[in-house]
């Protein structure tokens, strides 16, 4: 089991196990944490989207040019962002501190 620490939107902490293999998505749909992933994976929204603590940022494979591409679509982007679909824990990870951003795209206020 790896250990995630989600930080939410009112900065309470959140500390769970998940099993290796999942993605920080999943493992927050489990946690029910508020966090969409409207496409639930595919790569298709940016309602997913995640802050990875600087410590941990490095230490994530690199984002793939499809990830990076919806990235920029997210409201709120930052220099850690992740898409948290995209985001699969190992035993390396153990420990990551995962932020939610403090909203998500909103078409409205999107320019
Ligand atoms: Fe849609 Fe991650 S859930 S891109």
């Not at 089991?1 to 099993?19: D, H, L």
């Not at 920080?24 to 489990?30: K, T």
């Not at 639930?40 to 990830?67: M, N, Q, R, Y």
């Not at 962002?81 to 932020?99: A, F, K, P």
């Amino acid at each position: 089991m790896v250990k995630v620490t989600f930080i939410e939107r009112n900065g309470s902490q959140r500390v769970v196990e998940a099993p290796e293999g999942l993605s920080v998505l999943e493992i927050a749909h489990r946690h029910k944490l508020d966090i969409e992933g409207a496409c639930e994976g595919s790569l298709a929204c940016a309602t997913c989207h995640v802050v990875i603590d600087p410590d941990w940022f490095p230490k994530l494979k690199p984002a793939s040019e499809d990830e990076e591409d919806m990235l920029d679509l997210a409201f709120g982007l930052t220099a850690t962002s992740r898409l948290g679909c995209q985001v699969i824990v190992t035993r390396e990870l153990d420990g990551i501190v995962v932020r939610l951003p403090p909203s998500t795209r909103n078409m409205a206020v999107d320019k």
